[in-house]
C-alpha cells in the first residue's frame, strides 16, 4: 500500500493501537479501552460519531473486550485513526522466522572487523 492510500479495513483484520489518549470522559461509556502497542482484531465496523468532535466516524468493535452497550443503546467503537493495519499471520511467521535467524548469529568482536557470524561458521 502506497502513503497517499487509505488503509481497507475488514472484520477479521489484525490491528495495532497507536494513539490511546483518550479523553476521560470515555471511561463512562466503555470498561475496557485498547491500548497502544498492543494488537487487536476487528470484531464489527460500524459508523458512529466520535465521542468528542460529534462528528461522524468509523469506528471498531474488537475481538478481544466487548464493551457494554452507551447511552445509545449499542456497544461504542473505536474510530479508525487510532489503529494501523497489522501484518497478516504469514507476514507474522516470516518475521518471527527472521527474527530467530539473527538472534542465532554470534558478534565475534575479533573477527572481520566486528562481523556477524553465522552459527555454522566455526570460532
Same mark, same amino acid.
Given at each position: 500500500?502506497?502513503? $497517499? ?7 477479521? !483484520? ?35 460519531? $466520535? ?18 452497550? &452507551? &447511552? ?6 473505536? $474510530? !479508525? ?38 552459527? &555454522? !561458521?566455526?570460532?
Amino acid at each position: 500500500m502506497n502513503s $497517499d492510500s487509505l488503509p481497507v479495513w475488514q472484520v477479521g !483484520q489484525k490491528v495495532i493501537c497507536v494513539d490511546d489518549s483518550f479523553p476521560r470522559a470515555i471511561l463512562d461509556w466503555c470498561d475496557y479501552i485498547p491500548r497502544a502497542g498492543h494488537v487487536y482484531t476487528i470484531r464489527a465496523i460500524q459508523l458512529g460519531y $466520535d465521542g468528542v468532535t460529534r462528528l461522524p466516524s468509523l469506528g471498531f468493535l474488537l475481538e478481544e473486550f466487548v464493551n457494554p452497550p &452507551s &447511552s445509545l443503546g449499542c456497544e461504542a467503537g473505536f $474510530d !479508525q485513526t487510532r489503529f494501523a493495519t497489522w501484518l497478516d499471520t504469514a507476514s507474522e511467521a516470516k518475521q518471527d522466522l527472521a527474527h530467530n535467524i539473527v538472534m542465532s548469529w554470534r558478534f565475534e568482536p575479533g573477527t572481520h572487523n566486528g562481523a556477524f557470524v553465522s552459527p &555454522s !561458521q566455526p570460532k
